[in-house]
């Protein structure tokens, strides 16, 4: 684990009362720090609680860490052990509602039936969203054939700068070519 701030000052302080023990051998020495009168005894114990408490937190953490870890671990098994059970308990107790509630498992919703405005309006929508998407029944896409004819069309890029005609090449500019197709190079004088 990487040593932070406090992890750090508490290595340090840990030096300071090493030094402490070997520069004060007489532990019943009394020193004023911080406008108190203390032995280096009483000193040396007051940091090392700081070292201490550091030293507890970074166990803890580690601790929380392996726990957390172990919690992921289980979590998905025993989260689908729980849903296993509430499913039994509604099955073996048919829902009831005062026996659920003895399990914190609320009653099922009941649904409530739509008004034939509301079927209507729903079946006008759906009716509008398969024209919209193009959508068909199982038995009308059976007669869709994917047989198409295609062309390929290209365009040319317009430029929007005007361009030079190219000249074609003169023969003397790029050699004799016989009959066989191959240039033979010119003799210039």
Known sequence: MAKTGKAVKAAQ???????AKKH???????????????????????????VDNRDAVETAQANATAKVA???????????FI????????????????VLADFDIPPPKVRTPMTAAAKAIA??????????????????????????TAALVVTPVASSAPTAPVAAPTPAATGN????????PTAHS
């Open 177 to 184: 070519v016989p009959s066989g197709g191959t240039p033979t």
């Open 13 to 19: 302080v840990t030096n300071i009362i090493a030094g």
């Open 123 to 148: 079946a006008a929508k759906r009716e509008a969203t398969r024209a919209a998407r193009g959508t068909t029944s199982k038995k009308a896409r059976k007669n869709v054939k994917g047989n198409i």
């Open 24 to 50: 004060f051998p007489n532990g019943s020495q009394e020193l004023t720090v911080g406008g108190a009168t203390l032995t280096v005894d009483q000193a040396t114990a007051k940091m090392q609680v700081f």
């Open 70 to 80: 172990a919690e992921r671990a289980q979590a998905a098994s025993l989260l689908a």
């Open 83 to 98: 849903a296993a059970f509430v499913t039994y308990v509604r099955l073996t107790f048919d829902n009831a509602p005062d």
